[in-house]
């Protein structure tokens, strides 16, 4: 996640802000700001060296993002689809795409000013929020395939990121009253659903139905479970003896919703709306850690209906500390980062491979090669890299953050293609979906920016 502002705003200042919206597209990214600010959209950042491949490759990393925006049959305002063989958004990752796409404003010169960068990020937000059902459920996607009449997008619930947390963090950067509103009635909309329907046993965390409700396709954690719902229904499981499970991520997704919620209560002077919403969030983060993890293995794991893990250590481990589910400033959730972070994540047996971080450990008997397309059974996922400044930087891992970023501009670059998984040994990307892919040209945009602008960091000890 990237650092938020320091102040709470209030709903006065998001008023007072509004008349500033107009020229938001032209706004750096609001945790990285550098005190000169009056840079063009034709800005460049620093590259690592004069070889003409990294300008190159920016370059192409820009016409590819212009070449998603859309609009939808279902939401006539453009969005960044997430391309190559994806025509459309999804809820666990749009959000969070459009945001960082949004970031990048100051090196972008739109078409219109329909497409201007921060006008497609808060679309990337709102189209699902415009798409919500009377009963609270968001669509886990929009496609562009969607008919007007009985449309999908409604057979999982298929989230990572919350989308709660990049719609404040978008309010924060531009002011729009508007977005923090929706995003605040949407979203407690969309927590009362989770509960009503994601928490049939009563644990208070949140349960999976399928392979699709965590974007997982391929994965070993879900083998022999159905990739979607029955019926396309997301409120209903398969009728099988070790479902639904109790999920890490999603409990962590829901947890770092409900972190947003409480300060988006504050800044629309909700006092005690927060003060619940934080409640919520810290039993909730207390439950990831007393029920999900397991101290034995130093990873997290879903806990079936015959509360039995599925050990299979994943990125879901990750996914976990995106959220900053565990707190630095808690002595046993300290130890436990310092377990994981060793034992797994920077592990170059498990998740820690040349160009990390691996969606599932190297050292697990699971781990799937050869590495089949779209396969989260072992491949390093461009998603799993844009995520990763969410939580690395947090728990002081600057230097190997810049590692990884290094890493993956690299790999991006010797090629000027923009694709979904690379082999985490060699950096070669799977060739059999066409380039085009967004979170891949985002990763490219993201991390140079980034290093450009990176602190000196040494590697930590652990």
Aim: proline share 8%; with cysteine.
């Amino acid at each position: 996640m990237m650092p938020q502002a320091k102040q709470t705003l209030k709903r006065r200042d998001f008023l007072q802000l509004a008349s500033l919206a107009a020229g938001a597209s032209l706004l750096p990214p609001f945790a990285m700001a550098e005190a000169d600010n009056q840079h063009s959209s034709s800005t460049l950042p620093s590259f690592p060296s004069d070889d003409p491949r990294w300008r190159r490759t920016w370059d192409a990393a820009l016409t590819a993002l212009a070449g998603n925006i859309h609009t939808m049959p279902r939401y006539p305002h453009p969005v960044l689809v997430e391309g190559s063989v994806y025509p459309g958004i999804w809820q666990e990752c749009a959000p969070q795409e459009g945001f960082v796409y949004g970031s990048l404003s100051r090196y972008i010169t739109p078409e219109s000013k329909d497409v201007e960068p921060l006008k497609v990020a808060r679309n990337n937000h709102m189209a699902f929020f415009a798409l919500q059902r009377p009963d609270g459920q968001l669509p886990a996607s929009v496609k562009l395939a969607d008919p007007i009449q009985n449309p999908g997008g409604y057979g999982q619930i298929q989230m990572v990121v919350p989308i709660a947390a990049t719609a404040w963090e978008l309010a924060q950067l531009t002011g729009d009253d508007e977005l923090l509103v929706s995003a605040y009635n949407s979203c407690s909309r969309w927590d009362a659903w989770l509960r009503q329907y994601r928490d049939t046993r009563k644990t208070g965390l949140v349960e999976g139905f399928c392979t699709y409700d965590t974007g997982h396709d391929n994965s070993p954690r879900w083998k022999g479970i159905p990739n979607r719902c029955p019926d396309a229904d997301a409120r209903k499981c398969p009728d099988l003896p070790t479902m639904p499970r109790l999920c890490p991520d999603l409990s962590a997704t829901v947890y770092g919703g409900r972190v947003a919620l409480a300060q988006m209560a504050t800044a629309l002077a909700k006092q005690n709306e927060a003060d619940r919403w934080q409640a919520d969030a810290e039993t909730i983060r207390r439950l990831i850690i007393d029920k999900l993890y397991d101290p034995k293995d130093a990873a997290f794991y879903d806990l079936d209906a015959q509360n039995n893990f599925v050990r299979v250590r994943s990125d879901v481990i990750s996914r976990v500390l995106g959220e900053h589910v565990l707190k630095l400033s808690d002595p046993k959730d300290a130890a436990i980062f310092e377990d994981v972070w060793t034992r797994q994540i920077h592990n170059p047996k498990a998740f820690w491979a040349p160009y990390p971080l691996t969606s599932i450990a190297m050292d697990d008997p699971t781990f799937v090669r050869p590495i089949p397309r779209n396969s989260w059974g072992g491949a390093s996922q461009a998603l799993t890299a844009l995520r990763a400044p969410r939580w690395m930087v947090h728990y002081g891992k600057q230097a190997e953050l810049n590692h990884l970023m290094q890493q993956w501009c690299e790999a991006i670059s010797r090629h000027t293609e923009f694709r979904q998984q690379m082999d985490p040994l060699t950096g070669d990307f799977t060739q059999a979906d066409p380039s085009g892919y967004s979170p891949a040209a985002l990763v490219y945009l993201d991390f140079i920016h980034r290093l450009s602008a990176a602190p000196a960091a040494k590697p930590s000890k652990a």
